[in-house]
């Protein structure tokens, strides 16, 4: 097999969302995204106009490569309850709750998801694309005969509306927008029932769609024949990324993962620590009372430096870290990273430490994220 079709057939593999025709047609830039063919960027555009959309006025992003997962039955908020780190127990119905599913053995991070509560017996999670399917396992696994786990990962599509004028824009569209932060309403929208949730991943202002998936290209073409009195701007997954960093919004399989637990990654606000069982609790309990052996800081570039996930950090002739997301901060115009650095380097906020770059040395400041100043609340 040459290597033009070996790509090929690989590409027949991903997943696509169902409005991958729109993107095409807007000129979209394409990359396999846990499994799926993924706009990364659209023509016209780039990342800086779409970042600075978000920033400024609103974007729209498609996620429905994100998974999607039900669970049902008697009891199915306890059960979600005793397997993922934080506590439902917090929140009520018509509320949302960011969460972890950790490896019970090692602490290890499986997957960060969202939970949206609807009834004691209904859950609704939204894991990452590429770890849904582990997720559903584990879950199946250790479900009593009265839950099911239905993985309804291609049944929905996801559009995240960010930025300032996100209200205003589903507000014209006659969509519920004075929920609270991380509370969602059920809503139509050209005779389409959707669910309006007030989440996000940019820091601002946004709310979430969840859509049945034949009816996605009716609800982006409403997005869109109102979004022009608003300065709307479709925005790919690029832009969602440096939007994120600059939140410091860990992304797994860089910030969090199985080697990366809830503890080194500061994640602890994300755990229910006096429940009784949730997977991980033995070993994250024994982490944090030794204390972690690395954290996950901020860096700011002091010069033109570009951090880079995987580019080591150094205190004189020590290597004290690892950057696991660094990019290029369009709101900041320099580089700015997360990254793990060894507890034992005794640093802190303020001092500096050098990153390799092919052989050349050059200096960040600690920081604590976020980066930008969210307007999220």
């Known amino acids: 097999m040459t290597d033009v079709t070996s790509a090929a057939a690989a590409a027949t593999r991903l997943r696509r969302s169902p409005l991958h025709g729109r993107h095409t047609a807007a000129g979209a830039k394409f ?23 978000v920033r400024t006025a609103v974007g729209v992003f498609d996620v429905s490569h994100l998974g999607k997962v039900r669970v049902t039955g008697p009891g199915a908020a306890d059960f979600v309850n005793s397997c993922l780190s934080n506590d439902l127990g917090r929140i009520g119905p018509g509320r949302a709750q960011y969460t972890l599913c950790c490896d019970d053995a090692t602490g290890g991070v499986v997957d960060d998801i969202i939970a949206y509560l609807y009834a004691d017996d209904h859950v609704f999670l939204i894991p990452n694309a590429a770890n849904t399917a582990e997720v559903v396992r584990r879950l199946r696994a250790a479900a009593p005969e009265r839950i099911t786990v239905t993985d309804e990962h291609e049944a929905y599509a996801v559009l995240a509306v960010q930025g300032p004028r996100s209200g205003d824009l589903l507000a014209a569209l006659d969509l519920p927008t004075e929920h609270g932060y991380m509370s969602f ?12 949730c007030r989440t996000g991943y940019t820091g601002e202002l946004g709310y979430e769609l969840v859509v049945p998936a034949e009816h996605a290209v009716t609800v982006w073409d409403a997005l869109f024949a109102a979004g022009a009195a608003f300065e709307l701007r479709a925005c790919g997954l690029a832009a969602r990324d440096t939007l994120r960093t600059e939140m410091g919004y860990p992304l797994h399989g860089q910030d969090l993962s199985l080697d990366i637990t809830p503890v080194q990654a500061r994640s602890g606000w994300a755990v229910g620590w006096d429940k009784p069982a949730f997977w991980g609790r033995d070993a994250l309990l024994a982490e944090k009372a030794a204390g972690p052996r690395r954290t996950l800081r901020g860096l700011v570039a002091v010069d033109r430096a570009i951090p880079r996930p995987g580019m080591t950090l150094h205190v004189g002739d020590t290597q004290v870290g690892v950057v696991t997301s660094g990019t290029f901060s369009p709101t900041r115009k320099q580089g700015i990273a997360l990254a793990l650095l060894n507890t034992d380097a005794n640093l802190t906020d303020g001092d500096q430490v050098e990153i390799d770059i092919r052989g050349r040395r050059a200096p960040l400041t600690l920081t604590k994220p976020p980066f930008v100043t969210p307007s999220v609340h």
């Open 185 to 196: 309403d059920a809503a139509d929208l050209a005779a389409v029932e959707l669910t309006v």
């Open 31 to 53: 990359a396999p995204f846990g499994g799926w063919e993924m706009p990364l960027e659209y023509a016209g555009g780039g990342v800086l106009k779409e970042h600075t959309a």
